[in-house]
């Protein structure tokens, strides 16, 4: 069983007066900011001048410098960009201000494991990411509580690593619902093939076949929307709070029936064979490869794929029922 840290196994004062400068400000960037500022951190933002975020930033009371300057003010960066602009923005603006010292950290593996970013071996590398989208992260916090997390040291030559990981968790409350030590690698691997084959990927082609069997077979687009995407919240939120035998307690026994005797001939050792498949080109790196060329070329067949989703049926249908359940 791995072990669970919580907050008896963190001490924030090793933060007292450190600067940490929050590269980004999207959804985990203004989460993360805000969490460890109300915890007492001095954070600061560093971002491209005068842009929406910049603007933002500012509104939302935080000093912001442009994103060399913040690197230098700073003990510790925390890169919180899109993954994609990890390595150009730490080539162009970050790296030639890495001195021993200071700590580089992040919130997912992706640009280091892949090595688009190659820190300096005299800096610590760290890592805190949270298990959780940003709105629920900071809704958990302000509730007094937190969501889990995970964190990882790839580069320690301080002696001080898993101390500063561990306070910038507690800081954002992760360590009251608990963190994991892992690798970078295992996170980063986990996570996209979760992203992959299950979470995004899997859940969104079973979702989009089930809807589209049905309707080809004549059944009203409306019906086919409610069956398999509208009730599969529910059916989740009940795996969340209590595990498969939860929601198999509460179903009816002719669709936990259903579940034993139809769902392992959708769900086959193929596909299982094909997961097996996808966390390889994961761990071989033949997909971060093909991301990064992707996003060095502007991204057209994410764009593409993004625009052919808009167009499909269940969410065109979708948007009209899910208009139904608005408040007037």
């Not at 001195?99 to 970013?117: A, D, E, M, P, R």
């Not at 561990?166 to 992203?195: I, N, P, S």
Request: net charge neutral; with cysteine; aromatic share 8%.
């Amino acid at each position: 069983m791995v072990e669970v840290l919580h907050d008896k196994d963190a001490n924030m004062e090793i933060l007292n007066n450190k600067t940490i400068a929050i590269i980004g400000y999207g959804n985990q960037g203004s989460a993360q900011a805000q969490m460890m500022r109300d915890s007492g951190i001095n954070i600061i933002i560093g971002l491209r001048k005068n842009g929406e975020s910049w603007k933002r930033a500012q509104k939302d009371g935080f000093n912001v410098f442009s994103i060399s300057e913040a690197v230098q003010k700073a003990d510790i960066i925390h890169i919180l960009l899109p993954d994609e602009h990890h390595g150009p923005v730490y080539k162009e603006h970050i790296a030639k201000y890495m001195k021993k010292g200071k700590t580089l950290s992040c919130s997912h593996g992706f640009n280091i494991v892949y090595k688009q970013i190659v820190p300096p071996v005299n800096v610590d590398v760290i890592m805190v990411a949270p298990k959780a989208p940003a709105s629920e992260e900071r809704k958990a916090y302000l509730a007094g509580f937190g969501v889990p997390g995970l964190v990882a040291i790839k580069q320690n030559p301080s002696g001080n690593a898993k101390e500063i990981v561990l306070a910038m968790a507690k800081a954002m409350k992760f360590t009251r619902a608990g963190v994991l030590e892992c690798t970078f690698e295992q996170e980063t691997y986990e996570d996209l093939f979760g992203e992959q084959t299950v979470l995004c990927g899997g859940t969104v082609e079973l979702v989009k076949a089930g809807f589209e069997v049905l309707v080809e077979a004549g059944y009203p687009p409306e019906m086919a929307y409610f069956e398999c995407l509208h009730e599969l919240k529910l059916i989740v939120d009940l795996m969340y709070e209590g595990g498969i035998q939860k929601m198999n307690s509460i179903i009816s026994n002719t669709a936990e029936w259903g579940e034993y005797t139809t769902g392992p001939k959708i769900i086959d050792a193929s596909v299982k064979q094909r997961m097996k498949d996808a966390l390889k080109r994961i761990e071989n790196g033949e997909f971060a490869k093909e991301w990064m060329v992707e996003a060095r070329n502007g991204c057209p067949n994410l764009l593409q794929k993004r625009k052919e989703l808009g167009e499909h049926q269940i969410e065109i249908i979708g948007k009209k029922i899910r208009e139904m359940f608005e408040k007037k």
